[in-house]
């Protein structure tokens, strides 16, 4: 964890809870151990969603469908939600989600591999939410940024690897050395990056949020 555990309990013991449908998802994502966003993660998205307004949504990584549900949920009325996932074991899982949800009208999955499908999307989004295999998000960014609206908010999932990222690479498990050495990269791009201003937040296991910049720097 990279905030206390007690105080995340604290935090989220105010939590006033989602809709019963999206508590059932939740239930059955723990039960089967399906990765989808923190109780501190969902209370904050809910809030953006509130804040920001937006009505084009870019979800990369659906997994089962509970995002994508939750932002519709807060998003105002007409918003049209753009999600991407390629583990097929989880697909029809999200469409019968969708489908129980009565929110097929408002969400479309679509089925592949990120790295292909955003260069193909056209159009630009209000947010973009990062939520897919962590070592690619740096692959994704330069399609990310062209697709996000001046304005617009990106935000990023899991980009402290519950502390991990702080730690040399050597004191790193091998298998995870890549993984760490591309998010580093990542937030150093979102950080520096002249189109972007970012706030890294220790929120579940950390997010980024991105606001890109106007033509003009405004």
Known sequence: MIVDDRMVAFINS???????????????ALDTQVPIIRKEMQSFLRFLLTMKRPMKILEVGTAIGFSALLMSEYAPQGCQITTIEKYE????????????????????????????????????????????????????????????????????DNVLQDGDVIESRYAVVRRNRTIHGRMREYLYELTHHPELETSILPVGDGITLSVKKSACGE
Do not use: V, W
């Open 14 to 28: 105010f939590d006033k809870g989602n809709t019963p449908f999206l508590n059932q998802i939740e239930k059955y």
């Open 89 to 156: 074991p989880r697909i029809p899982i999200a469409r019968e989600n969708f489908k129980r949800a009565g929110k097929e009208d408002c969400i479309k999955l679509i089925e592949g591999d990120a790295t292909d499908i955003l260069k193909e999307l056209d159009g630009s989004f209000d947010l973009i939410f990062m939520d897919a295999a962590k070592g690619q998000y740096i692959h994704f960014m330069p399609d990310i940024l062209r697709l996000l609206t001046e304005g617009g908010l990106l935000i990023s």
